[in-house]
């Protein structure tokens, strides 16, 4: 199991990037020791009794470093109660947004099974939690390594990360092969094609449910003044050229666009799910 963000804090961040609905990390997050680990919505066993308490940890930038590589570390060591009475195993770690009960945040398994006795504890030391974020995807594709690290980032320690006003949509004729590739855009200027632009609000953007959103507009890329080749994904872009791609997904089936031939996007064809 790798680490995940719950549905939540999913639909949190998807209205923060999409709609522009603001969201506000926590002054404060507390770690908790998980014998059964949640699911993104939740649940799991938490530890309880026998001396067991979360730990709070100050959401700021000494406690956390900042995301590099669609990872977060925690810059400090987190302190861990001292065990009563032996605990029940330790298979891994989540944080919420308040010191019992909360929201989820963020689960990250253990690599292995840890075991507390009495007089005993499991700090965690500095650098120990890792919160990494790869495969994170938007649209059965990917948000862009510097969206990821945006996000980690803006959840945890800051920076703030500031959605912009406006969006772009943008075609692909060649699908990126990672989170750090910008794949291959079809070609503007002669060709009639450039990047839409997408009023960045709740209009455009309704809201989050279950970890997906989708564009609530029609998006029309017009009419093919010569061949744009086959499109096979498509995009979102900070820019109406150049900037910051911020996702990205495949088309539910590939067009080739002629000259002559219309492209548009229906309303809620643009489907971006964090998962």
Known sequence: MAA????????????????????????????????????????????????????????????????????????????????????????????????????????????????????????????????GMDRVTWNDGFKFAPMADAMLDHILGGPDYTPPATLYKMLFTVAPADPTDSGTEVVGGATGYARQPVANNTTSFPGAAAQSTACAVLIDFGTAASAWGTIVWSGWADSLTGGNLLS??????????????????????NVMAEI
């Open 4 to 131: 995940f963000i719950s549905t939540y804090l999913a639909n949190a961040w998807l209205d923060h990037v999409f709609g522009r609905v603001t969201y506000t990390r926590p002054a404060s997050v507390w770690l908790a020791w998980m014998h059964v680990a949640p699911t993104p919505a939740g649940g799991g066993t938490e530890l309880s009794g026998l001396g067991y308490s979360r730990t709070e940890i100050v959401n700021n930038g000494t406690n956390w470093s900042s995301a590099s590589a669609q990872a977060k570390k925690n810059a400090t060591a987190i302190a861990c109660a001292t065990a009563t009475g032996d605990w029940a195993s330790v298979c891994g770690f989540a944080l919420y947004d308040a010191a019992t009960a909360g929201n989820l945040l963020i689960y990250v398994p253990s690599p292995s099974l840890i075991y507390v006795y009495s007089g005993g504890s499991a700090p965690v030391a500095a650098n120990g939690l890792t919160i």
């Open 248 to 269: 990205c997904g495949p088309l539910g089936s590939s067009r080739t666009i002629n000259l002559g031939d219309p492209y548009s996007e229906p309303i809620g064809s």
